[in-house]
């Protein structure tokens, strides 16, 4: 054990930190060395001296107003640990469930389109470059650039428009 | 109409009930008994007063949020301490991050030669009142490192274990001893200074 070690077995003696066999072999040993025995009284008196030695403080604001402030904050963390544990309002729930599911819905069809299309489909050809799907509800159509390596897939449902309307759209 | 509860005269552990039942007055009362001393402990740690205002006040916020696992072990204030100074180590590491350059880590003890000064000897002074040498021992406090002033109000004010320390302040417990060490050496040096400064001592 080097000398910096001993002295912090000195500390932790003085501190209550050190017990058993441990300690009573450091207090035999401060028996024997004065200088061991000097620093254990100086830290011992350190000790004494720190013990409440805290200095009391008065808060530099006034008490209403610290209460104030603190049930303020109270009253903010609550609101929102409300709004984070209420239903979902309606936008809320449009995005949580409606999005990923029209998502997953677009999905789907458009992998059961690709698995169908080619042989069951009615594929009319626009132009050099344009498809056209026919679907009773659904009208699908795809724009291929071959230069650009790009592909366009349009999807369109059928909108039955009423007289009435017809009439707005064409005034 | 119910008779309202006589908070002012109520005992602890029936406000601590009142205020896990929701009760906000029996909790205005507990802030009004004990925000003196978890200011204190917070100002011991930071030494800014704006700092210490802010996090005794998270720590009374934490607190409410917090009463149901409150099970009287240690006492209310003491829980409560516990709190503020978590608070203040975290600010304490926040403000570290921050730091790029830290002074700190040239006052660290590393070596056994710095680690060999002498405890500085402060007797007992006559004529000195406990709240003057107080003054004195905070003013000397002040002058030291935030990981030395840490150790030591953990150690001495917290009454917090080596083990508990170094879970704490993250670090194990021989940095806890060597930094308590070298932290009680500074301290008695500058104590030592001031009370000589002070024609207190020869």
Redesign the interface.
Known sequence: M???ET??KV??LV?G?LTGREAEELRARLESDAGLR??H???T?????????????????S?DF??S???K??ER?ERQAKHLARPASSANWLLRWVVPLAGVACLVLVLTMKQTAPPNLDILLGSDHELELSVDDLDVMTFNTGDDAMSIVWLDYAIDLQQDSLQLWLD | MPEEPAYSSAEEPQLVEWAKLGD?QAF?EL??RY??RI???A??IMRN?TLA?DL???A??KA??RLEQFHGEASFPTWLSRIVTNLCLDELRRQKRARTDSIEAMEETTG?VE??M???????VEGLS?GE???R??AALAKLSDKHRTV??L???EQL??REIAEKMGTSI?TV??R??YA?KR??SL?KETLKRDGLIE
Do not use: K
């Open positions: 080097n000398e910096n002295e912090l500390q932790s501190d930190e000097t620093l009284a100086r830290l008196v350190m000790r004494g001296l720190m013990t409440g030695a805290e200095l009391p403080r008065t808060l530099p604001e008490g610290h209460w402030q603190i049930s904050a109270i963390e | 906000m205005e802030v009004a925000r003196d200011y204190v402990r100002y011991s007063e205002v005794s006040q998270n009374w916020v409410w949020q056994p680690n060999r002498e405890v500085e000897t402060i007797d007992p406990r040498l107080r003054e021992i905070d030591i109000v150690y001495e004010f274990e080596y021989g001893m060597s308590l060490f009680r301290l008695a104590l």
